[in-house]
């Protein structure tokens, strides 16, 4: 059946129940248009990373390996020496909403709205370095006073916000035709703007884009045992009397460990990992060039202090906007559902304003992101009312919120999960 995924021909015709057999760690097979492909060895050496690729083990990848591959010839001289086979013709595809979708994506190509506007994305650039430049600008000539440490720290941490949404349109290829400049701005806007990895923001992303809000899969919901999430796992653990918090109280402490903590903590640590563990020099050179920044900065009077709060106020920019958007929605084990519905149950958009795009980053419209992720973002109003139209026509829910009730449901989901929990661990 193709050991190691060395065979060049399709040597035979598989039912969906041997296709799923083969979803272990050593053992992977997926479809994509309904061709058949044996993984097993080759996940290791897949650009994405082994994770992202095994998380379709068993499964139908075709939607997944589209959204997040521009050029589909050149990845298919690495998946034809894989190729063991089909699907048989009585098989139905895994993704119910498949032609519909299919139709959809074809005809929004069709129309440009995957073409990016090098206008928006200059000005957007242009904006960020010019808040980053008066900051440094009124330090080294105004001094340091709190009052001026304070409208410094608001205005990094403006920029560097901003940032954080412009690296992710390059990250997720959405800028340049071809990826290796994508790929070469990404490790410079992350790396030199903002003193991370673009490896390791590309593990982290894609696996959750692969798999949003899949216990396990996706990492954005794996909250190492400090909170619970949905409906689910807050039930589980309460049965099996797990206890590493209080979880009924965690909407209160979501304010003192989660906003405040995200990026100064658990992002700076594990960025300084992967620059240990990875000995990647191009990681480590545009670090230096951050810190050249940061060092800069910190040596004036109240310098850590600006930094330091910079640092505080973009972290609870990132988690409000990032959060709202999925934590209030469905988590859950993984239940194969297809594309379109995997996304929808996991995702809800907040209303367009220009406030609320430029806030967000255009994450706003992020049912339209999570189904094109390599459409720039600009264009999400464009086909918004596109998918809207699919979604009633199949009955799928797509929610939109104001942005004070997305930042709400947060809160609101914690206390829901926590009481879950609560219940479960006393009476169950």
């Avoid at 310098?303 to 906007?321: P, T």
Wanted: glycine letters at 6%; hydrophobic letters at 40%; one cysteine or more.
């Amino acid at each position: 059946m193709g050991v190691g995924g060395q065979q060049t021909e399709a040597a035979g015709v598989f039912s969906w129940e041997e296709v799923q057999k083969h979803r272990s760690r050593n053992d992977r097979w997926l479809v994509i248009s309904r061709k058949v492909y044996n993984i097993s060895q080759w996940a290791k050496r897949h650009p994405g990373g082994s994770h992202v690729i095994g998380h379709y083990a068993g499964e139908d990848a075709t939607e997944a390996f589209t959204a997040f591959h521009p050029d589909q010839k050149f990845v298919q001289k690495f998946l034809k020496p894989l190729l063991i086979g089909e699907l048989a013709v009585t098989e139905p595809s895994q993704d119910g909403n498949k032609n519909d979708f299919e139709t959809l994506r074809t005809q929004v190509e069709k129309d440009g709205l995957f073409k990016a506007k090098p206008l928006f994305f200059c000005l957007h650039l242009t904006h960020i370095l010019l808040l980053e430049a008066l900051a440094w600008m009124m330090v080294w000539y105004w001094g340091t006073s709190w009052t001026l440490t304070l409208l410094c720290a608001v205005m990094l941490a403006t920029s560097q916000a901003q940032a954080g949404w412009l690296q992710h349109d390059f990250g997720h290829l959405s800028v340049f035709k071809k990826s290796k400049w994508n790929h070469l701005v990404h490790k410079f806007v992350i790396g030199h703007l903002k003193g991370a990895a673009a490896s390791w923001w590309n593990h982290l992303h894609y696996n959750h884009h692969a798999k949003p809000n899949v216990l396990s899969k996706d990492p954005d919901v794996n909250m190492s045992g400090v909170f619970v999430l949905g409906s689910v796992q807050p039930v589980e653990y309460g049965m099996k009397k797990i206890k590493h918090m209080p979880y009924n109280h965690q909407h209160q402490y979501f304010f003192l460990l989660g906003p405040p903590l995200l990026v100064p903590v658990v992002f700076n640590l594990q960025n300084l990992n992967v620059m240990i563990s990875r000995r990647n020099w191009v990681v480590r050179f545009w670090t230096v060039c951050f810190a050249v920044h940061v060092i800069t900065y910190i040596s004036k009077k109240k310098g850590a202090n600006g930094i330091s709060l910079c640092e505080f106020l973009e972290s609870h920019w990132f988690v409000w906007v990032t959060q709202m958007n999925h934590l209030p929605m469905n988590i859950d084990h993984e239940k194969n559902r297809d594309w379109v519905t995997m996304q929808l149950q996991a995702t809800c958009n907040i209303e367009k304003s220009f406030f609320n795009d430029w806030f967000s980053g255009h994450l706003n419209f992020q049912i339209e992101h999570h189904l094109f992720p390599r459409m720039p973002r600009h264009n999400y109003h464009l086909v918004a009312p596109r998918v809207r139209a699919l979604c009633d026509k199949h009955g799928i829910s797509y929610q939109m919120k104001t942005l004070w009730r997305g930042m709400t449901d947060v809160v609101s989901s914690l206390k829901t999960s926590g009481d879950l929990w609560l219940d479960a661990y006393l009476h169950k």
